[in-house]
C-alpha cells in the first residue's frame, strides 16, 4: 500500500519539480533544438498565456468509460496517458530529473511478486459439516447448522502469510534504489524525508482475514441400499486486511493517525469486502458394496453445483471493481497547484493523487479480499468411500460395543470455466537496454519518446488488469476418519481430516495476442494447497414417538497448512430423523 503512495508521490515531486526548477538545469549551449514538422519546439517563457483554445483539438470534449464490454478497444486504449499539461516543459529537462533519481533503474525492478488469487478451502469440504454420527436410526435426516468460521491468516504463496511474499515490501534491492532516489531528491526538495524501509517494514506482515457466519441447510434420504445426500450454505462472508494490535499502532506512530470517523469510512472503502447469498450445492449419492459384521463399505459419487449468487453486498466493507484497463493521471491539477498555489489547488492536487494511489491499491483488495460465494462457476464431479469398522469386532467389553471407526475418502475434478483473474505486465529488460537515458538534450526527440516510455512502465508497473480467463482447477483429494462414541442419550466424535488441491491451470485468456506478451503470466499461477484439521462434536439424543432428534456442537482447527490459510469453525447443530 504504502509502496504506491510512495512511488507515486515521487513521480509527482518529479515532475512538479521538474517545473519548478527548471531555472536550475545546465543550459544546452552547444546544441539547438531540433525541429518537429518543421516547427520548433516552444520553450515555457514561448507558451505564456497560452489557452486551450490556442490548440486545434479539444480535448476536454473527448472521454472513455474506464470500465466497459469492450474487450478489444480497452486494450487499444490501455496505455497511460499525460498529456494535459497547462505548460510545455522541455523533455530533456524531464530526463535530468528522471536520471537524477534514478527511475529507470527503479522501474526494472518488479512491485509484484505474485498476482496469484488466495487458495480456499470450500464450505462444502470442512469436517464439521460431515455426519456427526455413523449412522441414523431413520431414512429421512433433514437439519440445519448454525455456524462461523474464521481464516486468521491466509496464505499467499505456498509458504508464507505475509504480505511481503505477494509485494516486494522487503526486496533490498527495491529498497535501496528508492532510498538512494530519495537521497538525491533531497537535492531539490529538503524537506522529503522518508525512510523506505521503516515504512515497507510497517505492512510486510499484513495478511487477510475471513469470516463466514451463517447456515448450512442439509438434508438425507436412505433407502435399501443407497443414500442420498444434499446440502447447501445460506452466509455472510468478510474478508479484510488484517494487521495485529501493535502492528497497528506502530503504523499509526510513523504515519500518524486518522480522525476515528474518518478511519472508520477509509476502512469500509478500501480494506474490507463483504457479502451474503447462497454457495454452491453438494450432492452426493453412495450404495452398499461391502455389508459384513467387521466392515461395511459404500462407494459413490458427487457433484458441487455452482449455484452460488450474491443477495447483497457492502454492508461493513465495499465490492471492487475489475478493470481491464489502465488509468489516465492528470497532471495539470499538480501543475496549477505549483503556478497559482492557493488551498483550492493544491487541495484539487492533493485529490488527484489521492485517487490515483487508491486506485492502485484497490485492484489489489479487488484481487485477494473480494471473494465470490462459491466455486467460481466450476462444476465439481467425484467419487468417494464411505467405510464403518465397529470396536465389538476386535474387543469385546461394554464400551467397545458403542463405538465405531468411521473413514471417508474422494477425489473431485473440476470443469473448465471462465474467471476474471489479474495481471501485471512482465519487465522487458531489451526495451530499457535499447534505449539511451542519458545526455538527453543530445538528441531531443529521443528525451521525449524516453519520458513517454517511462510514464508508461511507471503505469503498467503499479496498476493490475483484470481479463475474461479460461481457468481448469486442480483435482481436490480429501480424506477424513473419526471416532465415533454411540450412547443412548449422549454421544461423541474424535478424528482428523486431509485436504488437498494441486494448481490451477489456466487455459487461455481473452486478450490479444500482443497483450498477451506484455503479461507475466507465472506471476498469475496458485499454488498447491494443504490442509489437516483437527475436528470433533459432542450430541444429545431427544426420542420422540414417530422421530429422533439429535442436537450437537460441532467445531474444527487447521493443524498444519501449506498454501492455505489457518482456520477454525464452530456450528450447532439440529436435526430430525424419521
Known amino acids: 500500500?504504502?509502496?504506491?503512495?510512495?512511488?507515486?508521490?515521487?513521480?509527482?515531486?518529479?515532475?512538479?519539480?521538474?517545473?519548478?526548477f527548471t531555472q536550475h538545469l545546465p543550459e544546452p549551449s552547444s546544441i539547438q533544438p531540433k525541429s518537429f514538422s518543421?516547427?520548433?519546439?516552444?520553450?515555457?517563457?514561448q507558451c505564456e498565456g497560452w489557452s486551450q483554445k490556442d490548440f486545434d483539438f479539444d480535448f476536454d470534449s473527448v472521454s472513455f468509460d474506464e470500465e466497459d464490454d469492450y474487450v478489444f478497444?480497452?486494450?487499444?486504449l490501455d496505455t497511460t496517458a499525460i498529456d494535459r499539461m497547462c505548460r510545455v516543459i522541455n523533455p530533456a529537462e524531464i530526463m535530468v530529473i528522471l536520471n537524477l533519481l534514478?527511475?529507470?533503474?527503479?522501474?526494472?525492478?518488479?512491485?509484484?511478486l505474485h498476482t496469484n488469487i488466495l487458495n480456499k478451502r470450500s464450505l462444502l469440504d470442512q469436517p464439521i459439516f460431515?455426519?456427526?454420527?455413523?449412522?441414523f436410526p431413520g431414512k429421512w435426516v433433514v437439519g440445519l447448522n448454525a455456524f462461523a468460521r474464521k481464516t486468521t491468516r491466509s496464505n499467499f504463496t505456498r509458504g508464507s502469510d505475509k504480505l511481503d511474499s505477494w509485494l516486494a515490501l522487503s526486496q533490498d534491492s527495491l529498497i535501496r534504489k528508492l532510498e538512494r532516489a530519495i537521497d538525491n531528491a533531497n537535492v531539490l526538495t529538503p524537506e522529503l524525508e522518508l525512510d523506505i524501509a521503516e515504512i515497507f517494514a510497517l505492512f510486510e506482515n499484513m495478511t487477510v482475514e475471513e469470516r463466514q457466519v451463517g447456515f448450512m441447510i442439509h438434508g438425507m434420504k436412505r433407502w435399501r441400499n443407497v443414500t442420498l445426500r444434499i446440502m447447501a450454505p445460506l452466509f455472510y462472508?468478510?474478508?479484510n486486511f488484517s494487521l495485529t494490535k501493535d502492528e497497528q499502532d506502530e503504523v499509526a506512530r510513523v504515519l500518524g493517525s486518522m480522525d476515528p470517523?474518518?478511519?472508520k469510512k477509509f476502512r469500509k472503502a478500501h480494506f474490507i469486502s463483504d457479502k451474503i447469498g447462497f454457495g454452491d450445492t453438494r450432492l452426493e449419492v453412495d450404495g452398499t458394496v461391502v455389508n459384513r459384521p467387521s466392515y461395511k463399505l459404500r462407494i459413490g459419487g458427487l457433484a458441487t453445483v455452482p449455484t452460488a449468487f450474491t443477495w447483497g453486498a457492502g454492508f461493513l466493507g465495499s465490492s471492487f471493481a475489475k478493470p481491464s484497463t489502465l488509468p489516465t493521471f492528470e497532471l495539470e491539477p499538480i501543475f496549477s497547484a505549483l503556478e497559482n498555489p492557493s488551498t483550492e489547488c493544491e487541495e484539487e492536487a492533493r485529490r488527484t493523487v489521492q485517487e490515483f494511489v487508491l486506485d492502485a491499491f484497490d485492484r489489489i483488495a479487488a484481487d485477494l479480499i473480494d471473494v465470490p460465494l462459491g466455486n467460481r462457476g466450476h462444476l465439481g464431479l467425484g467419487v468417494y468411500t464411505r467405510s464403518k469398522i465397529p470396536m465389538s469386532a476386535f474387543f469385546d467389553t461394554w464400551f467397545a460395543q458403542r463405538l465405531k471407526i468411521a473413514n471417508r475418502m474422494s477425489i473431485e475434478l473440476f470443469t473448465p470455466a471462465r474467471e476474471k483473474r489479474f495481471y501485471i505486465n512482465r519487465i522487458n529488460e531489451q526495451d530499457f537496454a535499447g534505449r539511451n537515458f542519458e545526455n538527453p538534450f543530445e538528441n531531443p526527440s529521443e528525451a521525449a519518446s524516453n519520458v513517454q516510455f517511462l510514464k508508461e512502465q511507471a503505469i503498467s508497473r503499479l496498476f493490475l488488469r483484470a481479463f475474461?480467463?479460461?481457468?481448469?482447477?486442480g483435482v481436490i483429494f480429501r480424506w477424513n476418519s473419526g471416532l465415533y462414541y454411540k450412547g443412548d442419550i449422549f454421544g461423541f466424535n474424535l478424528g482428523l481430516d486431509y485436504w488437498l488441491q494441486n494448481k490451477a491451470r489456466i487455459s487461455s485468456i481473452s486478450v490479444l495476442s500482443k497483450t498477451r506478451q506484455e503479461l507475466d503470466i507465472p506471476k498469475v499461477k496458485q499454488s498447491v494447497a494443504q490442509q489437516s484439521k483437527i475436528f470433533g462434536a459432542f450430541l444429545f439424543k431427544i426420542k420422540a414417538d414417530r422421530c429422533t432428534y439429535f442436537f450437537s456442537i460441532n467445531a474444527d482447527a487447521s493443524l498444519n497448512t501449506k498454501g492455505l490459510g489457518q482456520d477454525y469453525s464452530l456450528a450447532l447443530n439440529f436435526e430430525s430423523s424419521f
Open 130 to 135: 460431515e455426519p456427526d454420527r455413523p449412522e
Open 38 to 45: 518543421e516547427k520548433e519546439v516552444p520553450n515555457p517563457e
Open 237 to 239: 462472508q468478510e474478508s
Open 73 to 76: 478497444m480497452n486494450e487499444y
Open 468 to 473: 475474461d480467463t479460461r481457468i481448469v482447477p
Open 102 to 112: 534514478g527511475v529507470p533503474s527503479i522501474l526494472q525492478e518488479p512491485l509484484f
Open 1 to 20: 500500500m504504502m509502496l504506491y503512495l510512495l512511488k507515486l508521490l515521487l513521480s509527482g515531486a518529479l515532475l512538479c519539480s521538474t517545473y519548478s
Open 261 to 263: 470517523e474518518e478511519e
